[in-house]
């Protein structure tokens, strides 16, 4: 099944304590990117990768490391969480063939930093 | 700086009534725009994605159209169903940097 997974779903950490969230796709994409959701200011893109060892910055990457070594995984990085980054985060696929691809989202991990 | 504008806010129609949502963009340097339905609390389903080529996008009861001059898209729904109630999203892919930019959406509520 083609899919999009990011682990953990739920995590609750606090402040400072340096955390990695998982994004795996098995569609052998080349775009990966990684939002995160928060009431009232929506979906917001923080990193995404064009291919291996391809990545730039997107509207929010204060905080927040990524890289992309492997095609198939992207993970994200929060080196020293804040509260502040207390949100719904989504990964995200999709082909850049000759045509843009549709997007495909994993079912989101929800972070809480106290 | 792309700016993407969904309108209504929110919706709330009777069951079976067509709609019509709206999405703008400010833009029109763009690859893509996508569609997606959003749960309360769950992830994205993406619905339609009409390349920056293309006029317009069929699925089912769904039918999407972008006029790329105008900076438009709407996504139009034939007669709705109360399972239609969730948030709806749009979603634009900027050439020149691969960016991805979302409206805040369009809570739709259908009363059964």
């Known amino acids: 099944e083609a899919q999009v997974t990011q682990n953990p779903r739920y995590l609750i950490t606090v402040t400072g304590k340096k955390l990695t969230v998982t994004c795996s796709q098995n569609?052998?994409?080349?775009?990966m990117s990684w939002y995160r959701q928060d009431p009232g200011l929506g979906l917001r893109q923080i990193y995404y990768s064009m291919n291996v060892e391809v990545t730039d910055k997107g509207d929010v990457p204060e905080g927040y490391k990524v890289s992309r070594k492997e095609k198939r995984n992207f993970p994200l990085i929060l080196e020293s969480p804040s509260p502040n980054q207390t949100s719904l985060y989504f990964c995200?696929?999709?082909?850049?063939?000759?045509?843009?691809?549709?997007?495909?989202f994993g079912p989101g991990t929800r972070l809480t930093v106290t | 700086k792309q700016e993407v504008t969904q309108i209504p806010a929110a919706l709330s129609v009777p069951e079976g009534e067509n709609l019509v949502l709206n999405c703008s963009f400010t833009d029109s340097a763009i690859y893509n725009l996508q569609w997606f339905r959003q749960d309360p609390g769950k992830g994205l389903t993406s619905l339609l994605l009409i390349q920056s080529s293309q006029r317009e996008q069929t699925s089912g009861r769904l039918n999407a159209s972008l006029d790329k001059s105008s900076g438009r898209s709407t996504l139009y729904i034939a007669a709705s169903q109360p399972g239609d109630s969730a948030t709806y999203l749009c979603a634009v892919l900027n050439t020149g940097g691969f960016k991805t930019i979302f409206g805040a959406g369009t809570r739709l509520f259908v009363k059964a």
């Open positions: 995200a696929s999709s082909s850049t063939g000759r045509l843009a691809g549709e997007q495909y």
């Open positions: 569609m052998n994409h080349e775009y």
